[in-house]
Every structure is written in C-alpha cells, then in structure tokens.
Nanobody
Framework: QVQLQESGPGLVKPSQTLSLTCSVS??????????YYWVRQPPGKGLEWIAI???????DYSPSLKSRTSISRDTSKNQFTLHLSSVTPEDTAVYYC???????WGQGTQVTVSS
C-alpha cells in the first residue's frame, strides 16, 4: 500500500499561484492503471474533486476549476504537483492527495488564502 504526503505553503496571498506537491512512497506513480488525485475540503463544506493524473500521465480537471488548474508529475522523484492559479479566499481548504491500488490518502495540508 502506498503512502502519500502533501507539502506546500500554508498561506498564500490572493491572486498568487498555489503549488502543492504529493510525495508517494511504497509504489510507483507510473504503475499501470493506478491513478492519483487531488481533492479539497473547504471549511464547513464537503469534499471537492480537483484533478486526476493517471498512470499514463494524462490528466483531467474539475470543470469549475479547470481554467486555473494544472497537474504535473516528476517520475524520478515519484511526486505529482498541483498548481492552482489566481487563488482567492474561496480556495481556502484542506487539500488532500490520494491514489494507488487501495486509494490511500495523505494526511492533508491546510491552505489559507489571505492577504
């Protein structure tokens, strides 16, 4: 079972780009048919899916965030990174990465957007 760990800034200013990295251990992010995801949970709200990056490297995004979102990966480091541009306070949330054969979750990282 893979283990996932999010990393990135806890505080981002409005209009900046948020970048979060998920480091994966215990398995390769390129293993066929195992996919990885970013989701988030704003305060007092439910989980929101953000993006998927597949074992092939292809990706898809939530329609509501697509214009501001990109996801990339570094296979040499077994990491994948979320970029969310032009952030606003509405992007304040706990961000989680998850994936692998048994869909393991990272512990989550709090991101606050504030000036």
């Amino acid at each position: 079972q893979v283990q996932l760990q999010e990393s990135g800034p806890g505080l981002v200013k409005p209009s900046q780009t948020l970048s979060l990295t998920c480091s994966v251990s215990g398995g390769s992010i390129t293993t066929n048919a195992y996919h990885y995801y970013w989701v988030r949970q704003p305060p007092g709200k439910g989980l929101e899916w953000i993006a998927i990056i597949r074992s092939s490297g292809s990706n898809d995004y939530s329609p509501s965030l697509k214009s501001r979102t990109s996801i990339s990966r570094d296979t040499s480091k077994n990491q994948f990174t979320l970029h969310l541009s032009s952030v606003t306070p509405e992007d304040t949330a706990v961000y989680y990465c998850l994936g692998g054969e048994q869909v393991s979750w990272g512990q989550g990282t709090q991101v606050t957007v504030s000036s």
